[in-house]
């Protein structure tokens, strides 16, 4: 009796989600067998637009598949251990996929199932497709020859149909294996309106009559008849009703130890129904009986006068078997429709909105101070799913943010600066973009309600560049990572637009030295003998882009002539340092010794700590000061009387007491030069 499946109606899930049949479910799915008893039934799944995992594979033996992700499985199991992998039996829809989809459960009864496993069962072809042998043990395989096809019946399914002309089934390379049969089994379905069809036959192609057939003979009755050159060692004719009918007819013939037995839709002709023109029913002749067998086919028999008999019509479900059948055997052979049972479940995947894809590879690049912008990602590739969506955002995190409008993110068309606040349009496709900065990590998301299309995003993901406008950058690694994307659909559940993304390059920031600069060397003027004169910020300075001013070290290298120069009031000499950190906090100053000198200077390398120093030279301007007034010192005196001639004179300082008495001055007058004129009188 045929294994009952049972099964609810049609099912529903949704897109990209799991069904589960299950009695917890109340779907769940069960076969039962009347008459099963420690019998194994077979049950065969199969599943379209998706994959089938059984709940559990114990107890099971499988023929295809192996009970998870399988579109198609066949196992083996007592009927409690089929319900017990059948409770649970997880459909996964394809990827993607929305739409019908349709189970099919197919059962065979145990009784039928051990005549397919059977170790006697040599060779068996069901013509699905092809004529490949199905038994288990070695592989028999045939070959369609001539235009031998396999068609769909709609009775038995997928069967072999032949033309009559010349096609048939070559089994030739498989004649060995049967050669030396000496009892067995033949059975088969046929279905034809002519005369002299074979069903089977095996031969020998050197001789005449040399075979071993089953075909329907010249009034349409089945025969079996072995012949060795010519001689006719057994023919079986069945009398009583022909079958070449065009309807699907059951036929087998048996030879065993007690003798050979024909049967047609499993029932035996007896022996009033039987004509045997050579031999009779105890008569043993098989497959030994002919000697240089060379040939196999189904569909023709062949002997040294070539083809003959080909069959015209459909054949299915040739078995051949090397021992003999029972009698219960043969009739569950042709009761094989009645010992399965198919069902199927329509199962209808119903769309959701997907979340979008977008996949890239992160370039790792390394940005230099001072360089170009560099790369961020490559082979990008970016999805909607669903057809018609567009891109409605992009998120995108930079750890590291240190330095301020410095670090820019250049993306569709537009540079943007990492700072807290900020926000406008991109340049290429009109994106909305706002810029937040927390602890560092700079946050920056894209946005355009129409959405732009999957090849503007990767166009745009692959031009995502990173540069640093610092010229001291901080040298630490700033991890650019893509967090989000947004598709136009629905975001209802169980629909999802949005994706959660972790692709992350890495830039490696690297900072140059910048050597220092001498801004400021306009040098300092002081009064003969001052001290404690400022040298400022004014008059010398250094600057550096990379370092502060207390790191910016003047070192002496030659120090005034003509005074001294002092820290924080004490004397600096060679090789004596100060910073910028002192000319700017006003700790450095000057003293000049007094001497009677114009100028004064001091040498000095500056440096900050990396790379070359700078040397200059400061220049000191010194103002003379006049020490004392001169004063004028005569005991000469000059008298004239009236009338007489005038004289003028002046007076001159007497160079010997110069020299010895530089501060003061000696005069005397003249003692040439007077005038002879004669002044008037009261003059």
């Known amino acids: 009796m045929s294994p009952v499946i049972s099964l609810s109606g049609a099912q529903t899930t949704n897109e990209d989600t799991n069904l589960v049949f299950s009695t917890a479910d109340g779907n769940a799915i069960t076969i039962s067998e009347a008459d099963a008893g420690a019998g194994t039934p077979e049950v065969t799944l199969t599943v379209t637009d998706g994959t089938l995992t059984l709940g559990g ?8 598949g192996d009970g998870a992700a399988d579109t198609t499985m066949t196992f083996r199991g007592t009927v409690a251990a089929i319900n017990a992998a059948l409770n649970g039996l997880t459909y996964t829809p394809t990827s993607n996929y929305n739409g019908g989809s349709t189970l099919t459960l197919s059962s065979l ?21 092809n004529a490949n042998d199905v038994a288990p043990g070695t592989t028999q395989n045939g070959t369609l020859t001539n235009g031998a096809s396999t ?25 060995a294996s049967l050669a030396g049969l000496t009892y067995g089994t033949i059975a088969g379905w046929i279905k034809v309106n002519g005369t002299f069809e074979t069903i089977f036959s095996i031969s020998d192609t050197a001789d005449p009559g040399s075979y071993v057939a089953l075909f329907l003979g010249a009034s349409g009755y089945l025969t079996f008849e072995v012949l060795e050159n010519g001689v006719a060692q057994l023919a079986v004719y069945r009398s009583s009703a022909a079958i070449n009918d065009g309807n699907w007819h059951h036929v087998a013939v048996t030879v065993g130890a007690t003798g050979n037995r024909l049967y047609v839709d499993g029932v035996q002709a007896s022996a009033g129904q039987l004509t045997y023109n050579t031999g009779n029913a105890s008569t043993l002749p098989d497959f030994s009986y002919v000697t240089s067998l060379d040939a196999m086919a189904i569909g023709r028999t062949v002997d040294s006068g070539g083809g003959k008999w080909h069959a015209t019509g459909r054949l299915d479900e040739v078995r051949l078997y090397s021992r003999a059948l029972t009698g219960g055997e043969v009739l569950t052979l042709a009761n094989d429709l009645n010992l399965s ?3 199927t479940v329509a199962i209808t995947v119903s769309p959701i909105n997907d979340e979008p894809t977008l996949t890239a590879t992160g370039t790792n690049p390394t940005f230099t101070e001072g360089g170009s912008a560099v790369d961020l990602f490559g082979t990008v590739s970016a999805s909607t799913v669903e057809a018609g969506q567009t891109l409605t955002r992009l998120d995108f995190t930079v750890s590291n943010v240190t330095d301020g409008s410095a670090e820019q993110i250049t993306v569709d068309g537009t540079t943007i600066q990492l700072v807290n606040g900020g926000s406008g349009t991109t340049a290429t496709n009109a994106m909305s973009y706002t810029v937040s900065v927390a602890s560092g990590t700079a946050t920056v998301s894209l946005t355009k309600g129409a959405g732009i299309t999957t090849a503007q995003m990767q166009t745009l993901v692959e031009g995502m560049t990173y540069q640093n406008t610092s010229q001291d950058p901080t040298a630490a690694n700033r991890v650019v990572t893509l967090t989000r994307l947004d598709d136009n659909g629905s975001n209802s559940a169980p629909n999802d637009n949005t994706a959660t993304l972790a692709i992350t390059p890495t830039v490696s920031v690297n900072a140059v030295n910048d050597e220092q600069v001498l801004a400021t060397n306009t040098g300092l003027t002081v009064a003969e003998n001052s001290s404690g004169t400022l040298i400022s910020n004014t008059m010398l300075a250094s600057t550096d882009v990379d370092h502060g001013p207390a790191q910016l070290v003047y070192t002496l290298s030659a120090v005034p002539a003509n005074g001294t120069l002092r820290l924080n009031g004490t004397a600096l000499g060679v090789s004596d340092t100060f910073t910028q950190d002192d000319l700017d906090n006003n700790r450095i100053r000057y003293d000049h010794n007094g001497s009677e000198t114009s100028s004064d200077s001091f040498a000095f390398s500056v440096d900050d700590g990396s790379g070359t120093t700078t040397a200059g030279s400061f220049t000191i301007t010194v103002t003379p000061v006049n020490d004392n007034a001169p004063v004028i010192s005569s005991s000469a005196s000059v008298s004239m009387a009236e009338g007489a001639p005038r004289c003028s004179a ?3 300082q007497m160079p010997m007491y110069r020299r010895a008495h530089p501060a003061t001055a000696l005069w005397r007058a003249p003692t040439r030069g007077c005038s002879a004129s004669t002044p008037a009188a009261g003059r």
């Open 151 to 175: 068609v769909s019946d709609v009775t038995r399914g997928q069967v072999l149909n032949l033309d009559g002309t010349d096609d048939y089934v070559d089994l030739s390379s498989s004649v």
């Open 57 to 64: 594979t114990a107890g099971l033996t499988f023929a295809s």
């Open 341 to 343: 049972d198919t069902d």
């Open 650 to 652: 002046s007076l001159r």
């Open 109 to 129: 009864d145990s009784t039928l199932v051990s005549l397919n496993i059977d170790a006697y069962l040599h060779s068996r072809y069901i013509f699905e497709g």
